[in-house]
């Protein structure tokens, strides 16, 4: 027997969706007259971003609303809440040593739940998107927030120009759901400050977690590997706060700032953020990404 059941949920901010879900379970005894409906159990694993491990706001705290109370009640269910710890690092290796481990916590925690879904912060997204491509399980939906996607910069045989994003892989796409990314408004750490401040990814890492993006595209060259280009130490690397392959890239009204006026890159982790993207997560409807349908576009990258 299958139950349905269709909340509508008001979404602070700019979100508002209609949810469908519905759970099947068999009852333990076979005398029984009528079957148990189990709730459907969810693993959110929250990533922090870089010099964020120190922060609360993936925590369940007593008495105390956080980004992660909220997030689980616009879910709402059975939900379990696991904050990650990573040791912080700008340099990219620390990122990948993180997804590694993310990865196996997650094929560790995932057989109790019938979904699993990944939160990352800032350059907590990448290792989100980055882990979804190493683990045995199935993703059901990666939510970045003000995330800087760094793309490698390479041309094919016709000289377009593509950008291969270095850490949403196709591996990525398989084996995840969906993807959603939301900005804070003037958030400026996402591109200008993490191109200003260089992207903490060598071009030689770009090249290597590019493969098989490249191997589909034919195998391109470098944009640019010119001798003016080398002399000056620059590389064929950028950040964005749009991921090509998101299900949703929106920016979201916010005016928190710091002292001096600027706009702040946690404001994204907000409590009224992460009660909407609970009731976006609790949308099951969303069609999956296909790498196929990817791949026979050749749209392998923001262009």
Same mark, same amino acid.
């Given at each position: 027997m299958r139950q349905k059941r269709r909340i509508s949920h008001f979404l602070i901010v700019v979100l508002l969706i209609f949810t469908a879900q519905g759970c099947d379970t068999p009852t333990n005894s076979p005398a029984a007259s009528s079957r148990a409906v189990r709730t459907e159990r969810t693993l959110v694993v929250i990533v922090p971003g870089t010099y964020g491990n120190d922060e609360q @706001? =993936?925590? *369940?705290? /007593?008495?105390?609303?956080?980004?992660?109370?909220? *997030?689980?009640r616009g879910l709402r269910g059975d939900v379990e809440i696991h904050p990650q710890l990573w040791s912080s690092s700008i340099f990219g290796m620390r990122r990948i040593e993180a997804a590694q481990m993310l990865s196996d916590d997650i094929d560790c925690m995932s057989a109790d739940y019938d979904r699993v879904v990944l939160v990352g912060h800032s350059h907590g997204g990448n290792i989100a998107l980055l882990a979804a491509s190493l683990c045995r399980t199935? #993703?059901?939906?990666?939510?970045? +927030?003000?995330?800087?996607?760094?793309? /490698? !910069?390479?041309?094919?045989?016709?000289?377009?120009? /593509?950008?291969?994003? #270095?850490?949403?892989? =196709?591996?990525? &796409?398989?084996?995840?759901? !969906? #993807? &959603?990314?939301y900005c804070a408004e003037g958030d400026m750490v996402t591109d200008a400050w993490s191109n200003a401040? *260089?992207?903490?990814?060598? %071009?030689? %890492?770009?090249? %290597? &977690?590019?493969? %098989? @993006? !490249?191997? +589909?595209?034919?195998? =391109?060259?470098?944009?640019?590997?010119?001798?003016v280009l080398r002399l000056l130490e620059s590389d064929n690397l950028f950040a964005s706060s749009r991921l090509t392959f998101a299900v949703h890239n929106e920016v979201i009204p916010c005016d928190v700032r710091d002292a001096l006026g600027i706009r702040q890159h946690h404001a994204i982790h907000s409590c009224e953020v992460g009660f909407a993207v609970g009731n976006v997560l609790s949308d099951h409807t969303s069609e999956e990404l296909r790498i196929d349908r990817i791949v026979e576009d050749t749209d392998v990258g923001v262009r």
């Amino acid at each position: 027997m299958r139950q349905k059941r269709r909340i509508s949920h008001f979404l602070i901010v700019v979100l508002l969706i209609f949810t469908a879900q519905g759970c099947d379970t068999p009852t333990n005894s076979p005398a029984a007259s009528s079957r148990a409906v189990r709730t459907e159990r969810t693993l959110v694993v929250i990533v922090p971003g870089t010099y964020g491990n120190d922060e609360q @706001w =993936p925590m *369940l705290l /007593l008495d105390h609303q956080t980004f992660a109370s909220e *997030l689980a009640r616009g879910l709402r269910g059975d939900v379990e809440i696991h904050p990650q710890l990573w040791s912080s690092s700008i340099f990219g290796m620390r990122r990948i040593e993180a997804a590694q481990m993310l990865s196996d916590d997650i094929d560790c925690m995932s057989a109790d739940y019938d979904r699993v879904v990944l939160v990352g912060h800032s350059h907590g997204g990448n290792i989100a998107l980055l882990a979804a491509s190493l683990c045995r399980t199935r #993703i059901d939906s990666i939510v970045c +927030l003000a995330t800087p996607h760094v793309y /490698l !910069r390479v041309v094919d045989g016709e000289h377009t120009d /593509l950008n291969l994003p #270095i850490y949403c892989s =196709p591996q990525t &796409l398989r084996n995840t759901g !969906r #993807i &959603l990314c939301y900005c804070a408004e003037g958030d400026m750490v996402t591109d200008a400050w993490s191109n200003a401040l *260089l992207t903490g990814v060598s %071009e030689m %890492e770009a090249i %290597e &977690l590019t493969r %098989e @993006w !490249r191997m +589909l595209a034919g195998s =391109p060259r470098l944009a640019d590997d010119g001798f003016v280009l080398r002399l000056l130490e620059s590389d064929n690397l950028f950040a964005s706060s749009r991921l090509t392959f998101a299900v949703h890239n929106e920016v979201i009204p916010c005016d928190v700032r710091d002292a001096l006026g600027i706009r702040q890159h946690h404001a994204i982790h907000s409590c009224e953020v992460g009660f909407a993207v609970g009731n976006v997560l609790s949308d099951h409807t969303s069609e999956e990404l296909r790498i196929d349908r990817i791949v026979e576009d050749t749209d392998v990258g923001v262009r």
